[in-house]
């Protein structure tokens, strides 16, 4: 311990200095780099391919085909009702996408304690829980596997072209994502806060309701958010297979070489994202300004 009127030491290249050399390290950054270089070489990656002659003008006449950007009230018109089905789509689908992930994401929790023992609930109810835990588990798994594209086509053929499909394949991908992240996120809560609302003799669900889904809330909000951003721009593209949205108008305009299109229906979906991004700013400040953070008390 210094002495009071002792000066503090100035720090040394010893007090600062990382851990020594360790090999397995050394091993596993050799095998990330080996492995990217084999994937380089695998894929043809070039730095200089884009940059040939032949690739330079392909892109400077794509780049000039741009320019002017469509602007003819017919076409203006018609990329607004594009522009509104892709709200609707995106909207729809990932209402429909929280209320199935929603459940699965509360049945593919893990819950910890004696309240979910052999000893505790019995052999029957206890391999009832861990199957239906099992099952949720994998409804998530293969749900967001599949990718939204995938899942449109499967759509198109099972109901047919149109914006329909595009709902179901943004609600069934969305609901694995969202799923997983709920249940983990309320998985993570203070499970001290869980304890405490089970030892007033809480259900399952009042405890979900009532201890988890507040300290979670601002979280899950924030991702769910975030989905309904990613499913705007999904939804986009949608129409590349008949499941209807901006992606319809952007396949046509693409196949006939109409760019100055492609360039208007580029500058709508980015006011698209732009616009739900500053809803979501909005709607997470709503909430972060009402929600008690743990180091608060009632009335502050």
Known sequence: MLHPTEAPRPLAFEDVRGPGFNWL?????????????????????????????????????????LFPPELDPAFLRTSGVLVLETIEISVVGT???????????????????????????????????????????AALNLARSIPELVWALIFVVAVGLGPFPGVLALAAHSAGVLGKLYSELLESVDQRVVEAARATGASDLGVVLFARLPLALPVLLSYTLFRWECNMRAATVLGFVGAGGLGTQLAISMKLFRYNEVLTLVVAILLLVTLVDLVGQLARARVLDGACVPSCTPGQ
């Open 25 to 65: 390290n050394a091993l596993l950054a050799l095998a990330l780099v080996g492995l990217f270089g084999l994937s380089a070489q695998q894929t043809h990656f070039s730095l200089l391919e884009p940059f040939t002659p032949e690739n330079t003008k392909s892109v400077a006449r794509f780049v000039g085909g």
């Open 95 to 137: 209402a429909l996408a929280i209320a199935l992930g929603f459940p699965l994401g509360l049945l593919a929790m893990r819950q910890r304690g004696e309240e979910v023992s052999r000893a505790a609930l019995g052999t029957p109810a206890w391999a009832l829980r861990w199957l239906v835990y099992g099952l949720a588990r």
